[in-house]
């Protein structure tokens, strides 16, 4: 599992993206650390299992991104994840795992909603929209 978030991490960070620029560099593992600055995206692990074949481990795992913007029109949070659909959906990630192998990594779901979050100048009204990846992995 490691090395499956850590080719997610890897692709934000090692190419040129919109992504990236849009939430400012801010992805953060589990959970954004307080008082974070909107925009940003948190990418968890949602479930995981293996199924054993005669010749491999396939291992189907569901990745939630979690996309959050404060801005008061849902373009912003429209653009991110246009930007996160053309960074992750049928990607090529590169797991360093070299008896594993990606055969999909695929949009599965979105849910659009609105969170109040409370900030040092009030309550805000803050999209967020939570985006299920299917990811199935090969081991040898």
């Known amino acids: 599992m490691k090395a499956l978030t850590t080719a997610i991490y890897s692709r934000f960070t090692e190419s040129q993206n919109d992504f990236y620029d849009l939430i400012g560099g801010r992805l953060f593992e589990h959970e954004a650390p307080e008082g974070s600055d909107f925009p940003y ?58 008896a594993s ?3 999909w990594m695929r949009e599965s779901n979105l ?3 609105i ?16 985006v299920d990846y299917e990811v199935l992995v090969s081991k040898d």
């Open 41 to 98: 995206a948190v990418y968890t692990i949602v479930s995981s299992a293996s199924e054993r074949t005669f010749s491999e481990r396939l291992t189907e795992t569901l990745i939630q991104f979690s996309l959050f913007s404060s801005s008061s029109s849902s373009g912003e949070v429209k653009d991110i994840y246009d930007s996160l659909k053309k960074l992750y959906d049928e990607c090529a990630l590169t797991i360093t795992d070299p």
């Open 101 to 103: 192998t990606l055969l």
């Open 111 to 113: 849910a659009p909603m």
């Open 115 to 130: 969170d109040d979050v409370i900030t040092p100048s009030g309550t805000v009204g803050v999209k967020h929209w939570a």
